[in-house]
């Protein structure tokens, strides 16, 4: 995978010139330079001038099995130690097929008492650089990374080297390493070679340094997550995104960018999903955790909606909005809508559904005797969870269906679907005024609220008891039109109640007007508003599900599913994936 390192190096300059200390991998490295030397040239073979000129260069390769080849210690430490100009800069080089970054950092070594430097008063400087080395064809995020984690390696050191001189003593161990491998190899008059004791290997026995970034190399390669002391002092903690959200799928990655983008979408009425247990969880944290992220994990539910985390937990919602993003960064958490009777699940496009796959075992173990094909098979069509429980279904067995569609969704083997809407008064959609007044919707949501359900009322009495004044006025001159008065009262109230109505819809072409009016639910004075309210404020547009068209106007489910029955004709339906979610499935990456 291009997101793993295929190296770590570790360079130093100063006074006394440039040296590579340390690099891990190094066995292959080795293997590899001593067959270079048993190979022998070919005597009878020799290039001529026509070769040289037309034949194109052979490509070399310096990536052998994963593991870094063809470079040299002197090579690599005369490439890596910069001049001071270049240091806490971003270091980047291409050579071949490998790609090393990393970040230059000077040091000032401690001025402890006994030192030669404190003597003089002059503290040296000394250049360190932590270089990966990178597939060439890693994409910038992965580069953006790894020198974040230079970065922070390089931070860390110079804070114990100013502390207590760690860097400096750790340094002293790899030299005197190195010194007494080359001293036994010219003792012994031969080179190194694969009988040989390598320098990086003392070094790993020595040097608690070089068994960290040992262990950085392993846990990227590993799990993408880097979790260590330097120094039994300070905390280094770094997260590879494109490893950690891999979720068991080759060629799936995501971006750091794209994570940024659906904790940008996130709304309070998403939950939140844990894809480990909240215990184990808690005894994974630091001692030193946000009180605020304890108090979050031991209030959490899949069935809480963030905003009622918030509440629960006494915690502001951007708070909880911070501290969401944090879990769902390092992989221990996604985004869902709080699971209830009302969602629909569909089985995912990407799911495995081959007998053989590693989850099969993985859900038996969990819910022994079910079988996990049997549950994906229903759910091969969109289903809600309404409909997967009976009337007469005892609790055990909506618990066991809520511990169901919870493993599902962890192992992103569901995928939710939301109900769009798209408002449809004639074959050809919306008008383009309609199109245009999307940027109008302060004003056009003013306008639709002028007409209150008070103020239609009192418009109606106020006029039918003018209109009863003007009746008795009528009878005492005589006449006596007591059924014309009848049928006058209701001819005058539908002709208010329609002009009622066509003011509501003033912002509508003659040919929306016709379609909306027609039908009888447009009768009803606040089902026409808010069918009105909705298409100005652009929900029905394709571009709201009915959840957040809930949260943002304040309306019931019951009243949207009633709304989208009774205008059937002037709109339509259909299911489609949250965006700020589907970042979590192959599909859709």
Not at 168 to 190: L, N, P, Q
Not at 263 to 291: A, K, M, N, T, V
Not at 577 to 587: G, N, Q, V
């Amino acid at each position: 995978m291009e997101a793993d390192p295929i190296s770590v190096i570790l360079v130093k300059s100063d006074s006394k010139g440039d040296r590579l200390l340390f690099r891990y991998p190094h066995t292959t490295d080795i293997r590899s330079e001593s067959s270079q030397q048993n190979r022998k040239k070919n005597t009878y073979c020799f290039n001529t001038t026509e070769d040289v000129l037309h034949s194109p260069a052979p490509q070399t390769f310096n990536i052998d099995k994963g593991h870094l080849t063809g470079f040299t210690d002197e090579v690599l430490s005369t490439l890596f130690a910069v001049k001071q100009e270049l240091c806490e800069m971003k270091f980047e080089l291409k050579v071949n097929d490998v790609r090393f970054v990393g970040h230059p950092t000077l040091l000032q070594s401690s001025s402890r008492k006994g030192s030669s430097d404190s003597k003089q008063g002059n503290p040296s400087c000394v250049l360190i650089n932590i270089v990966f080395a990178l597939q060439a064809v890693a994409n910038h995020s992965i580069v953006k990374c790894y020198y974040d984690l230079s970065r922070r390696l390089g931070v860390a050191l110079r804070h114990e080297e100013k502390r207590c001189g760690y860097v400096t003593d750790e340094m002293k161990k790899m030299i005197m390493a190195h010194d007494e491998v080359s001293v036994r190899h010219e003792e012994e008059g031969c080179k190194v070679d694969n009988n040989k004791t390598s320098p990086f290997e003392i070094i790993l026995k020595r040097c608690s340094l070089a068994c960290a970034l040992r262990t950085v190399y392993d846990d990227l390669i590993s799990s993408g997550l880097v979790r260590l002391r330097i120094n039994r002092w300070i905390q280094l903690t770094f997260c590879l995104p494109q490893k950690v959200h891999q979720f068991n799928k080759k060629g799936f990655m995501i971006e750091p960018e794209t994570i940024d983008r659906c904790l940008q979408s996130l709304r309070p009425y998403h939950g939140l999903l844990l894809l480990i247990e909240p215990g184990q969880l808690l005894e994974s944290l630091p001692l030193d955790s946000s009180p605020a992220l304890l108090r979050l994990l031991k209030m959490y539910s899949p069935l809480k909606s963030l905003q009622t985390l918030s509440a629960d937990a006494d915690l502001t919602l951007a708070q909880v909005f911070n501290l969401t993003g944090h879990l769902v960064y390092w992989g221990n958490a996604i985004i869902i809508y709080p699971l209830c009777e009302s969602n629909v699940y569909v089985l995912s496009p990407d799911a495995p559904t081959n007998t053989n796959s590693p989850l099969v075992e993985k859900f038996s173990e969990h819910f022994p005797g079910e079988s996990l094909l049997q549950v994906m098979s229903e759910f091969s069509l969109p289903v809600s969870l309404r409909y997967k429980l009976s009337p007469v279904s005892q609790p055990q067995q909506a618990t066991r269906l809520l511990q169901t569609v919870v493993w599902l969704l962890q192992n992103r083997l569901l995928l939710q679907l939301h109900t769009y809407t798209y408002f449809m008064p004639t074959e050809n959609g919306l008008s383009q005024t309609q199109d245009n007044n999307q940027g109008r919707t302060i004003s056009l949501r003013e306008s639709s609220l002028l007409s209150t359900p008070e103020d239609t009322l009192s418009v109606s009495v106020t006029r039918e008891a003018s209109e009863t004044d003007a009746s008795s006025t009528l009878s005492d001159e005589g006449v006596v039109p007591s059924m014309t008065t009848v049928q006058t009262n209701n001819w005058l109230d539908r002709s208010t109640e329609s002009i009622i109505h066509e003011d509501l819809l003033t912002d509508f072409t003659e040919e929306e007007r016709a379609a909306i009016l027609k039908l009888p639910a447009a009768s009803n004075a606040d089902d026409l508003k808010l069918l009105v309210r909705l298409v100005q404020q652009g929900y029905l547009h394709g571009t709201h599900h009915l959840e957040e068209i809930m949260y943002l106007e304040n309306v019931r489910r019951s009243q949207l599913l009633q709304l989208l029955d009774k205008f059937r004709e002037v709109l339509i339906t259909c299911e489609m994936e949250d965006p700020a979610i589907s970042m979590f499935y192959l599909h859709s990456s």
